[in-house]
């Protein structure tokens, strides 16, 4: 059953979003032609942009070793950048976020923490992720308001900032009081008044997941974490600009940092099957704030190159995570029945209920961090 729903919003994303793009005539004449001129002066354009992708996919991947580093686990660089390609491609592969699921379960295969705790990591870094990228947003989105720019656009951008300055606060404030702060979470949501033992579970598996949450006091951890943030981010923020130039769209580099927090805020919605149509669209939208409307109007004669540049920098990332996935699988450290496994991440199992006298205790002390060998 939870499987259909998934499937079901997945497959409306897809149907909608591609229903947005799907170009008319005149836009897939334009659009066979930009491919038609296609040649070997654009090689280095896409040969750098795979030289930023792999920048971002290293820095994207080494960085969760410091959220993982206050629940006392180090992982090898060889394991990481395996374990992190296959969620990476899950995450793009798989429908409706569910791919989120498979790096935690992956590390917790091997014993080293709980897939909760793991989670509760990806939570961290996904939240930390939106906080940045909203920031960023807001800046760039003002940066190029004019007075003709789309009712749509600031209010987004402040909407984005918001939820996920909201869902920042629920993690400090987690952290601090982890038992009232679930509680009162669980209390809107008036499920203890209508089904108290399912309220109950996911109490207790909502504080093991807070675990995770442990990078948030530990401030060495969380600036080192930043810094390869940082690095991540500005890499892709370069490799959206390089590729615009290199297919001749005149996107400037504020332009390309609007574009790509626009997807990022995007596809952190339900996605789409390969985020098929809904990366487009949300591309194009975001290349038509500094181009002007144009780049959404099917008649126009700038939306055939727009939307070009959209399955450019959609497709060749689809082949670089995916071959990634592949190839990760085909080491030691992953294995393909493992990636299956992990897509649905079996509970860890049960532990003792607290006591419900527990007012705001502290979260028991971590461990210190000890380096993993794969095996």
């Known amino acids: 059953m939870k499987l259909a729903i998934h499937l079901t919003l997945s497959l409306a994303m897809l149907v909608g979003c591609l229903w947005m793009i799907w170009p008319t005539p005149d836009g897939r004449a334009a659009l066979e032609a930009v491919f038609a001129d296609l040649g070997w002066r654009h090689v280095p354009y896409f040969l750098g942009f795979y030289g930023l992708i792999a ?14 580093a206050p629940l006392g686990v180090r992982i090898p660089f060889g394991r990481m950048l395996a374990v992190s390609s296959a969620g990476f491609a899950a995450i793009l592969l798989l429908p409706v976020r569910l791919g989120e699921l498979v790096r935690p379960a992956l590390i917790r295969k091997k014993g080293e923490v709980t897939a909760s705790a793991a989670l509760g990591t990806v939570a961290v870094e996904r939240i930390a992720d939106g906080v940045v990228v909203s920031l960023l947003v807001v800046g760039c989105f003002f940066a190029l308001k004019r007075p003709d720019s789309p009712g749509w656009m600031m209010p987004t951008a402040y909407l984005a900032l918001a939820g996920f300055s909201v869902l920042m606060l629920f993690l400090l404030f987690a952290m601090w009081r982890p038992r009232p702060t679930v509680r009162l979470a669980l209390a ?30 530990d401030p060495r951890n969380l600036l080192v974490f930043g810094a390869w943030s940082a690095a991540y981010w500005i890499a892709n923020g370069l490799a959206t600009w390089l590729l615009a130039r290199g297919l001749g769209l005149p ?8 574009t790509m927090g626009l997807v990022a805020v995007g596809i952190s919605l339900p996605n ?18 500094e181009l002007g409307a144009g780049a959404t109007d099917k008649s126009s004669p700038l939306f055939g190159p727009v939307l070009a540049y959209a ?26 029945s493992e990636v299956w496994r992990a897509r649905s991440m079996e509970p860890d199992a049960p532990t003792p209920p607290a006591s419900s006298t527990a007012g705001d205790e502290k979260l028991a002390p971590l461990p210190e961090a000890r380096d993993v060998s794969a095996s």
């Not at 949501?189 to 990078?215: C, M, N, Q, S, W």
């Not at 990366?279 to 704030?289: A, E, I, K, P």
């Not at 399955?311 to 071959?323: K, M, N, P």
Request: proline letters at 3%.
């Open 272 to 289: 789409a099957p390969g985020l098929v149509g809904q990366f487009q669209w949300l591309t194009m939208l975001g290349v038509s704030l």
């Open 188 to 217: 809107m949501t008036l499920l203890p008044r209508f089904a108290p033992k399912l309220a109950d579970r996911i109490e207790h598996k909502v504080l093991e997941v807070i675990r995770g949450f442990a990078v948030l006091r």
């Open 311 to 336: 399955i450019f920098i959609h497709g060749l990332q689809v082949i670089w995570y995916v071959g990634a996935g592949l190839a990760a699988i085909a080491t030691r450290h992953v294995s393909f």
């Open 55 to 68: 920048i971002v996919h290293v820095c994207r991947s080494w960085r969760w070793n410091y959220l993982l």
């Open 251 to 258: 996107l400037s580099m504020v332009g390309a940092f609007a």
